[in-house]
């Protein structure tokens, strides 16, 4: 999944895009997956947000290994991080 997800959204060249992020937890008889992107700052995702209405778009491919996902984006807000 991430060799497909990975190209597709760097090659938007979302503005503001730093990175992303594919997390893993296996629980009982799943497996789920979570994609963190982050933006340089929140302003750059008003356009993201304006759509955050409309139902995500899974591609067929990774249809074809989920059972489920959701339905909209959730957006949240960087409020610490340690320094690097």
Known sequence: METLMFPAIEGLKLPGYRNMELLRRVSDDEVEFIWVMTFENSKRLTPLRAEANDPVSVPR???????RWDERASFYEM???SPT
């Open 61 to 67: 491919a990774a249809q074809d290994l989920l059972t």
């Open 79 to 81: 409020r610490q991080a």
